[in-house]
């Protein structure tokens, strides 16, 4: 299994609502990525979890919340975004934090109205 | 400042001919690089790494070349098909940047019957 799955598909929410979106992965992967990934530009790091502990946090604005609950789950908690914020999130893990090769979900395409 | 570059937006192959993908970057620092290939509405999906203590890695009709000296990569696909039309993405990391991928801006590669 090297399937990175997430949920929702789609999602439009409001700039007032709160929302989460949802990564999982069954490959036995301790390292855990969010990218954002706005239409014609590469994937931008968001956030790093090493073995469940947020160890990067590219300078993200507090309306984006991620969490790590368990080894195989992660989410990202959306409060009050902006229309900018719309874009393709991704969700990647890799097999150790130093470990080069990153597995891509599909993504989760939000937009923000 | 884009350190990973990837200066055609887009290629167009004929089927069964060889498709080549050029990537440069400016950090020295970088030591493993990456193409990932990525179809409309899914995620980037690996395909083929190298180390900088090679100068090539070959897998099935994937090979990338590392020039060091000019800072510079390749992938050839040979040959190429149909199939392999998709947006392809150049990564590089470094050792020092906890392996963080840095993503060039990709080139759509068109393969034509």
């Known amino acids: 299994d090297t399937e990175v799955t997430q949920t929702p598909k789609h999602l439009v929410m409001g700039m007032t609502n709160k929302k989460s979106l949802k990564c999982e992965q069954h490959m036995g992967h301790r390292a855990m990525y969010w990218y954002k990934q706005k239409a014609k530009k590469p994937p931008e790091l968001m956030f790093v979890y090493s073995y469940e502990k947020l160890s990067i946090n590219e300078s993200v604005p507090s309306r984006f919340s991620p969490e790590c609950p368990n080894s195989s789950l992660l989410n990202l908690h959306l409060h009050a975004l902006q229309p900018e914020d719309s874009a393709l999130y991704l969700c990647?893990?890799?097999?150790?934090?130093?470990?080069?090769?990153?597995?891509f979900g599909p993504g989760t395409r939000l937009t923000v109205t | 400042d884009q350190q990973v570059k990837q200066n055609s937006p887009s290629l167009s192959v004929q089927e069964g001919r060889i498709s080549i993908l050029n990537c440069d970057y400016t950090n020295s620092m970088f030591d493993y690089f990456l193409w990932y290939k990525k179809y409309p509405a899914e995620g980037p999906t690996f395909l083929i790494s190298?180390?900088?203590?090679?100068d090539k890695n070959e897998d099935g009709r994937f090979t990338v070349f590392l020039n060091k000296s000019a800072k510079h990569l390749s992938l050839h696909i040979v040959p190429s098909q149909p199939g392999d039309s998709a947006v392809y993405f150049c990564a590089a990391s470094s050792s020092g940047s906890a392996r963080q991928l840095t993503f060039g801006s990709g080139t759509q590669l068109t393969v034509l019957p």
């Open positions: 990647a893990s890799s097999q150790t934090p130093g470990q080069n090769e990153q597995y």
């Open positions: 190298i180390s900088s203590i090679k």
